[in-house]
């Protein structure tokens, strides 16, 4: 009799150097689904930052039309530190395509590059996260396709953004070579997304939580737009520049040197990202991370309220949003003081900052005008705060909290409670900062604090009714959560292209922030202010009706089906 010995088990260092026969299978099928699922985030993104891009060509038009306009800008506003650290230099002024995309270009930039990361992101460790990915791994689906499609998708977003920002200044493209500064441009922004779209395969990666992820791609991205920046206001620092995908976008020079170079070093990120992405993705485990998150102790006192708990999950998130209004406001504040030195002798200029803002003092109009911004973010807040409500609700443990000795009406309370303070917080910080970015430059103290922290406040009413849909929307029927990006998005292009379009008045009041005085233009009248917060008020009390269980309405279940 023949013995046949049994192959011997491969270690476990030995099984981590194989790389699956078939990485790739199934990455059709989803990229179809994942496609699908974005048949209205891809193209409402699109239209809006195309939107947003001709908005700003058709007010360069109005304001630097002519070459003695656009020259004046370039002696007022190149010079100024605080416009070259958000902008960069202002090199070219031959045409409105030029001054267009110095006034507008890195921003977006830097957005296109977020937004592709979080699209790579969502169709990965946002699947993970929520389970559904191990479920499709199941199937004949090899380790790679999802991170393929998700790749895939967001390529298309910047290839199809690209298109859409290169025609839009191709439309006003009148100068000799302009042609070849359009086609830089688009190269320009299909680049960063593509460099964008490998962080986000990495850090979709190395961390566990679709949120961390996020905030890895966003962090590299913002810290590379803040070092350009300090590579453009100071000597001998421009090498700072080459360390970031938006500083290798700067240094193409669109409209100038049209150098593709520097895209060549985001192609390279991007690839080399994608290929680390891949690498990691087949060697660990479906759900974990590479970093993995730190074991919390055996028990949390400290974390014993529903109110404690949301604190910790959202203090990062609001502290980070907070942040980033605040530092915008406070770069602004800094040059409110020379507001009108800013916009010098070009009439037209100030006329077009008077009509987005309001008539009055240019440093009112600016204040005015960017704390309407900063009101629609935080209305943006309170829409991603309840989305994170439904992915809690989603993943059970909602329902884990509420068979403990938790009742619904404070687990809604806690709910509304950080809807209201995260938009109040974020309004606050920009207040604030921008009144001491004000008055430390040569503003009236008691009138730099007073002008901006009045207008921010005024904003909260506002930014509350847009809180208080979405969390209507999540007690009633929270999938339906995401129509407040809807809500978001129409805001938006109301206050964008509301007078463009000459639409009648009762759509622009559909907008809750068409109703906000605009401090410190004019006086707050009390009655807009108390009718936006009765509005607030009415649709919260409508979820607590829903989720609680209250005037006559039956509660809804928890998981809603």
């Not at 649709?539 to 998981?559: E, I, N, Q, S, T």
Request: aromatic share 6%; hydrophobic share 55%; glycine share 12%.
């Amino acid at each position: 009799m023949t013995t046949t010995a049994a192959p011997a088990p491969a270690t476990r260092k030995a099984r981590a150097s194989v790389w699956p026969g078939r990485p790739l299978a199934g990455t059709g099928m989803l990229l179809r689904l994942a496609l699908r699922r974005e048949r209205i985030t891809l193209p409402v993104t699109v239209v809006v930052l195309v939107a947003t891009f001709f908005v700003t060509i058709s007010s360069v038009s109005t304001a630097y039309g002519t070459q003695a306009d656009r020259d004046d800008a370039a002696a007022t506003l190149g010079t100024n530190a605080a416009f070259r650290v958000l902008l960069g230099p202002l090199r070219h002024t031959q045409s409105v395509a030029s001054m267009s995309q110095w006034r507008i270009g890195l921003f977006m930039l830097v957005v296109v590059g977020i937004l592709a990361a979080m699209t790579v992101v969502r169709h990965t460790r946002k699947e993970e996260e929520a389970e559904r990915l191990e479920l499709v791994r199941a199937a004949p689906v090899g380790a790679l396709a999802p991170l393929a499609a998700g790749a895939v998708v967001a390529t298309i977003l910047s290839i199809v953004t690209a298109a859409g920002m290169a025609g839009a200044l191709a439309s006003v493209a009148e100068a000799p070579g302009d042609g070849a500064g359009v086609l830089a441009v688009g190269v320009q922004y299909l680049a960063t997304g593509l460099a964008g779209a490998g962080l986000g395969a990495v850090g979709a990666q190395v961390a566990t939580l679709s949120r961390t992820a996020n905030t890895i791609a966003v962090l590299v991205l913002v810290a590379g737009y803040a070092l350009r920046g300090v590579g453009d206001v100071r000597d001998g620092l421009g090498w700072l520049r080459w360390l970031s995908p938006v500083g290798w976008a700067e240094e193409m020079d669109p409209f100038g040197a049209n150098s593709y170079a520097p895209a060549l070093l985001s192609l390279a990120l991007a690839v080399a990202c994608l290929g680390v992405a891949a690498r990691l993705a087949v060697g660990r485990d479906v759900g974990a991370g590479i970093v993995q998150p730190r074991p919390g102790p055996a028990d949390a006192p400290h974390l014993d309220s529903p109110l404690a708990l949301t604190r910790r999950l959202q203090g990062v998130s609001l502290a980070s949003w907070a942040y980033a209004a605040g530092a915008y406001c406070f770069l602004l504040g800094l040059i409110l003081s020379s507001a009108d030195d800013l916009v010098g002798g070009n009439a037209d200029a100030a006329k077009l900052i008077e009509q987005l803002g309001g008539t009055g003092r240019l440093q009112d109009v600016m204040t005015a005008l960017v704390l309407g911004w900063v009101g629609i973010a935080a209305a943006a807040w309170t829409v991603t705060y309840a989305t994170q409500l439904r992915a809690e609700e989603a993943s059970g443990r909602t329902e884990v909290q509420l068979a403990t000795g938790v009742t619904r009406a404070r687990y809604l309370g806690v709910a509304v409670l950080v809807s209201v303070v995260g938009a109040v917080v974020i309004l606050t910080a920009a207040g604030v900062l921008m009144g001491l970015g004000h008055a430390l430059t040569g503003g009236a103290w008691g009138t730099a604090f007073a002008d901006a922290v009045g207008g921010a406040a005024a904003q909260v009413p506002a930014a509350l009714v847009v809180g208080g849909i979405v969390v209507a929307c999540y007690a009633w029927w929270p999938r339906f959560v995401a129509v407040g990006w809807g809500v978001i998005t129409a805001i938006l292009l109301l206050e964008l292209l509301g007078d463009a379009l000459d639409l009648p008045q009762w759509v622009v009041d559909l907008s809750p922030f068409t109703h906000t005085p605009r401090v410190p233009l004019e006086h707050a009248e009390p009655l807009p202010l108390v009718v936006l917060t009765l509005v607030a008020a009415a649709f919260y009390a409508l979820a607590y009706a829903r989720f609680v269980g209250a005037l006559g309405l039956r509660r809804r279940d928890v998981p809603a089906v």
